[in-house]
């Protein structure tokens, strides 16, 4: 029988998923945790359960197109994304943050940015940060970054940003304030639809010792 992969963020994540995965009885090989390991694909407890360690923005996309069965993501990528073949099943409560506004000190608190009809904003989230202001009657033209996003204002692109923010320690350290939160975010457990109807027997097993514990 074909294996159910399972595929999961790399990064920080990881310490937070460490209990939920022990707790299920469904746990990766040890290789899994090395940061310098070339593998892609990892065993587990399970003979029939593999996962990958990917990118964050990633896992929705293996999920959707059904190269893994079941996926753990951020809500903030599936804001981004918005894929249709995707199920979203249960928040495991980790991971929490919010996608907010971001910007120099001195403009944070500025009401009059409310007022515009057009705006440039650098962000990696562009689909869901466009919508965002479209839905208050703003164009926004937004700057596709991936990292290191807080550059932007610093050097002139833009005057804000939209990011992920947990502690605010880079916004601060960068001489930045968060301004208005627009969503908060933890991570979810999907699935791919596809899958989730032809193997709902093996799948829901899996979610089901994922969302115990």
């Known amino acids: 029988m074909k294996d159910i992969i ?16 022990k707790k ?31 990118r964050s923005f990633d896992v929705a996309t293996f999920v959707s197109f059904g190269a893994a069965h079941i996926g753990i993501c951020g809500s903030d990528v599936l804001l981004e994304f918005d ?38 904003i650098a962000t990696k989230y562009v689909n869901f940060t466009k919508k965002y202001f479209e839905s208050k009657g703003i164009q926004a033209e937004c700057i596709k970054l991936n990292g290191s996003i807080e550059l932007a204002p610093m050097l002139g692109l833009c005057n804000r940003i939209v990011d992920l923010v947990s502690t605010g320690k880079t916004l601060k350290a960068n001489d930045m304030a968060e301004g208005e939160k627009l969503a908060d975010v933890s991570s979810k457990l ?18 089901k010792k994922f969302e115990n514990a």
Do not use: M
């Open 83 to 120: 894929y249709d073949n995707i199920y979203t099943l249960s928040d495991l409560e980790i991971g929490k943050c919010r996608l907010s506004i971001a910007a120099p000190k001195k403009l944070a608190q500025d009401k009059n940015f409310w007022n515009q009809s057009h705006i440039r």
């Open 190 to 207: 999907i699935a791919n639809r596809q899958a989730y109807t032809t193997r709902k027997k093996e799948l829901s097993a899996i979610i």
């Open 6 to 21: 399972i595929a999961v963020p790399k990064g920080r994540i990881l310490e937070e998923l460490d209990p939920i995965f």
């Open 24 to 54: 299920s009885g469904i746990t990766p090989e040890k290789e899994f945790y090395s940061e310098n390991s070339r593998k892609l694909v990892f065993e587990s407890s399970e003979k029939n359960i593999k996962f990958i360690k990917v």
